[in-house]
């Protein structure tokens, strides 16, 4: 009878804390793996193991921090059975962002403020799956979930400078590839540009009709 009744607490437990954050997971599972199938088993993954360890997590806390980091656990160990290990980012290049000022870091532009409103979708999904597999992690964790610093360095097992650092250069990185992305089809403040430049010849051509 204790037995049933411990039970079905984790099973109402699962399905009104867990379940909830499956699109989620999915969303972050497919950025990872870039197939849609190998996502599903990633997810369903984090489930059974997040089921099988239920009584591990306490009601009310931060479900969706916590099934995050199963499925990034999960998508390190099956990246590591398939290729070894996962590709790596340059820490001698993250030395020399890590000691950057905090005002510097926490001031930069949300993604989704200074990016995401002007591109388009596809593009943006491109550049981040683009990224090495470290940035491309806090990029999603940060500016996509919105995880704060202290939840991501949970998840991903790292102090939360380095969140900051591989925050700020990842930001930068993509930056870096939208804006030639943005150049070449006529967004971001050169995009003003072009378009004034654009309506000017389409007054000259109304006038001179």
């Keep these: 009878m204790h037995d049933k009744t411990l039970k079905d607490k984790y099973d109402t437990l699962f399905e009104e804390e867990l379940l909830p954050h499956v699109s989620a997971l999915q969303t972050f599972a497919y950025h990872l793996t870039y197939n849609q199938e190998d996502a599903d088993d990633l997810v369903q993954e984090t489930y059974l193991k997040a089921y099988r360890f239920i009584d591990k997590y306490q009601k009310g806390t931060n479900a969706k921090a916590w099934l ?13 059975k398939k290729s070894k290990q996962p590709s790596k980012v340059d820490f001698e290049e993250i030395v020399a962002y890590h000691d950057t000022d905090d005002h ?13 409103l002007h591109m388009m979708g596809d593009e943006v999904t491109s550049a981040i799956n683009s990224l090495p597999i470290d940035f491309r992690t806090v990029i999603l964790l940060c500016d996509i979930e919105g995880f704060t610093y202290e939840e991501i360095a949970a998840i ?5 400078g380095t969140v900051r650092s591989r925050l700020f250069r990842a930001r930068n990185l993509l930056k870096e590839k939208l804006t030639k ?15 004034k430049s654009a309506s000017s010849d389409e007054t000259r051509h109304q006038e001179e009709e």
């Design 156 to 160: 991903i097992d790292v102090p939360i």
């Design 68 to 80: 995050f980091k199963i499925l990034k656990n999960a998508f390190i160990n099956e990246y590591r």
């Design 181 to 195: 992305y943005a150049l070449a089809h006529g967004y971001t403040d050169v995009r003003g540009q072009k378009r």
């Design 104 to 116: 510097q870091i926490t001031g930069y532009s949300d993604l989704r403020e200074e990016i995401f």
